[in-house]
């Protein structure tokens, strides 16, 4: 078989795969969704209200239709790329949700993994060009806390820190309510400024930023300093590595020319999974900055048992996953042709 070929067939099966994880995803939250406790109605007219108009919304909601008829109906919506309307947002569209708060979390969460990134691969490298020293330990050390230490409790202990005592930081927005924000573009307020110049929205989006940005990105950095330090000693100990310090090639040439770029292989692979935990981080993230993005969103709609919200905030982010996936498997196996065949 050709390596043509073997990448085709490679790239079917993980096309053909993608839909049966959606479709698992769905079935799972409408069917967890509804085993909770509690009754949207109750969220949206009080658990006072008449029984009589409590039935009679439940009805127009299709709330009191057969489970499997609510998931056929939800099913043949999904088909036509129809996410359903909020139950509590007065008749807003789950698409028009998705796009006012999606570019929030972006922001966020792709801030986020620079940093992520930055920090574990220096902290990663920097541990393994020095084996069995205090710095080695403390490369281990800070990337057994980082990945240990839960993502809220950090939020809340650096808003006290450095918000709240030093005051060095805001909290609680995405832009001061004084000012006004870029005109929106793409949604993105550090691109939007960009577009337009406007270097002073740029600065006070990223200062704003700073803060939910750094407790995500730190606190996954080390997944990133693990993989790179143990990858990294790896390499270090190959063949053509020895080759190159017996040609008297300075070490530190060695690591970051040769041997890093190859430890840097299954960084791209953990990348994209880790988008998952960057959207699993940005909702503990988001709810403890009060940021207001699509995953605070979700946290908001799951509390008012909002469940087309819930549905549709939730496809929207396995689809985002399964994108992911599939685009670093497709890397990975034209990177690497072991992995096709």
């Known amino acids: 078989m050709s390596r043509s070929t073997a990448l085709g067939y490679y790239i079917l099966s993980r096309l053909l795969l993608a839909p049966l994880m959606l479709w698992t995803i769905v079935t799972l939250v409408f069917l967890l969704l509804r085993a909770t406790p509690g009754d949207p109605v109750d969220v949206i007219l009080g658990g006072r209200a008449p029984e009589a108009a409590k039935e009679a919304l439940r009805s127009r909601l299709g709330l009191d239709d057969p489970l ?5 109906d939800y099913l043949k919506d999904l088909l036509r790329l129809d996410l359903g309307t909020s ?11 998705i796009l006012q708060y999606f570019p929030a979390t972006v922001e966020l969460t792709v801030l986020g993994a620079i940093i992520a990134v930055l920090v574990g691969v220096s902290v990663g490298a920097l541990a393994a060009s020095k084996p069995n020293t205090p710095v080695d330990a403390g490369g281990r050390l800070f990337g057994i806390i980082t ?11 650096l808003q006290l820190v450095f918000a709240v005592q030093l005051r060095w930081f805001p909290i609680g927005t995405r832009f001061p309510l004084s000012l006004t924000p870029p005109d929106r573009l793409t949604g993105l307020y550090v691109i ?16 704003y930023l700073a803060l939910p ?7 996954l950095s080390g ?17 053509y590595v020895e080759a190159a310090r017996a040609r008297g090639i300075p070490e530190r040439q060695i690591v970051m020319t040769h041997a890093l770029k190859n430890a840097m292989i299954p960084l791209i692979t953990v990348l994209g999974l880790t988008i998952a935990s960057l959207l699993g981080g940005a909702i503990l993230t988001e709810v403890t900055f009060s940021w207001p993005g699509l995953a605070n969103r979700l946290y908001e709609a799951i509390g008012f048992r909002d469940y087309p919200v819930v549905q549709g905030i939730m496809v929207f982010f396995g689809v985002i996953v399964a994108i992911a996936s599939i685009l670093i498997d497709i890397f990975n196996a034209y990177v690497d042709p072991r992995i096709r065949y």
Not at 87 to 97: R, Y
Not at 147 to 156: D, K, N, S
Not at 192 to 207: C, K
């Open 87 to 97: 139950l509590t947002s007065q008749g807003q569209s789950v698409w028009e949700i």
């Open 223 to 239: 997944v990133f300093e693990r993989i790179v330090r143990v990858n990294l000693k790896q390499t270090l100990r190959s063949d």
């Open 147 to 157: 990945y240990a230490l839960p993502t809220y409790w950090v939020g809340m202990l």
């Open 68 to 72: 499997w008829v609510q998931y056929v």
């Open 213 to 219: 940005s750094l407790t995500l990105g730190i606190l």
């Open 192 to 207: 939007d400024s960009l577009l337009q110049a406007n270097f002073g929205a740029l600065f006070t989006s990223l200062y």
